[in-house]
């Protein structure tokens, strides 16, 4: 009979309010039967067709050729999952938030997480601070984005989108799983150095069934296909004259009018914001940002820094009137020169980062 005390797995459980029981659907995703064998089979050949453009962009922004593997996919359920992860894990959430709205995260063994983090900062021996989750997330942001465009393009579905990769450094009692059976795609990522870590990319169970019936489904054709009546499959001897005339004048009409054709108008390709996009910024316009100036880094022994003292001179990275570098939340976003204000120094922008030249200086 029990006394009724919790275990540690229990208590940490409930600190991060998930369901021990593994059982019962979740808010977002959790489904109580698995998915047809087309299900899966739609869904494993998804996530194979992306393997080799999310392992180009992780050797681009890690310097080291990465190769993700193509995935074996299982429909599993909280418990099943903690008994293949070691103690301690980094979980990023992805959860799609439209097109097919749902539970969808990443968790990687930490060891896994330090290889990539490392890599990225080109540091060794990384400490998994706020910094180093930062990275990971921007990791799986690439293979987040990655997915989500060939998922629009294999469903025609122009909705879906999710939100900014969040990662956290936790045991594996306190990871925040979807409840009841899910979808659990294991990956093996080889780190193009003889070593190689497991990689879980884990689905809620009603966006798994709601993304495989739609990856499974026809997608219709463009162009729907012409009926011409009388036509025979051997060739078109049960047209009328008007018609085979009507088709020299510009196309084939029902009714024996030419048909109108008219240019094809392209949407315009430059960068806009929709009046939703912009609605939605204005809501965080009043939040407050660190924005940091950095003259420059350099780096010391500890015996270097114990022996400084008043009138030392620290040499940096940097050269004389290079410019410097304006970072919001320690992410680089622009350079420019230092001016001074009346009696205060600034800085003026002289030069914006753009994405691209951030993510050459991620890799």
Do not use: C
């Amino acid at each position: 009979m029990s006394d009724g005390a919790l275990s540690q797995d229990e208590i940490d459980a409930l600190l991060a309010g998930v369901d021990t029981a593994g059982s019962g659907p979740s808010p977002a995703g959790g489904s109580a039967s698995s998915p047809s064998p087309d299900v899966i089979k739609a869904f494993q050949e998804f996530l194979a067709a992306n393997t080799g453009a999310e392992s180009s962009n992780l050797s681009m922004m890690t310097g080291a050729t990465l190769t993700l593997g193509d995935p074996e996919l299982s429909f599993t359920s909280r418990d099943e999952l903690l008994e293949q992860l070691p103690e301690t894990v980094t979980v990023v959430r992805a959860d799609f938030n439209s097109g097919f709205p749902g539970e969808h995260l990443f968790v990687l063994p930490e060891d896994a997480a330090k290889s990539i983090a490392s890599l990225m900062n080109k540091e060794e021996d990384i400490e998994m601070d706020e910094m180093a989750m930062s990275v990971i997330g921007e990791a799986i942001s690439q293979l987040v984005g990655t997915q989500i465009t060939d998922l629009t393009k294999k469903t025609n579905n122009k909705s879906i989108a999710a939100m900014a990769p969040e990662a956290v450094n936790v045991r594996k009692a306190t990871a925040a799983l979807p409840g009841g059976e899910f979808l659990s795609a294991l990956f093996t990522l080889d780190m193009g150095d003889g070593t190689s870590h497991q990689m879980w990319e884990i689905y809620g169970g009603g966006v798994a069934q709601d993304i495989g019936r739609a990856l499974n489904a026809p997608v219709p054709a463009a162009m729907p296909a012409m009926a011409m009546s009388g036509a025979t499959p051997g060739g078109m001897q049960g047209m009328s004259m008007n018609a085979m005339q009507s088709m020299g004048g510009g196309g084939m009409s029902s009714m024996g009018n030419p048909t109108n054709v008219q240019s094809v108008q392209f949407p315009n390709l430059m960068p806009h914001t929709t009046p939703q996009e912009a609605g939605n910024i204005n809501l965080i316009m009043d939040v407050y940002m660190e924005m940091t100036v950095e003259l420059g880094r350099t780096r010391k022994l500890i015996k270097e820094i114990l022996g400084m003292g008043e009138g030392t001179i620290i040499e940096l990275d940097k050269l004389a009137g290079e410019p410097v570098d304006i970072l919001v939340n320690h992410k680089l976003i622009a350079k420019g020169e230092v001016v001074v204000i009346d009696e205060n120094f600034g800085v003026r922008v002289t030069e914006i980062v753009s994405p691209m030249e951030r993510m050459n200086d991620l890799g």
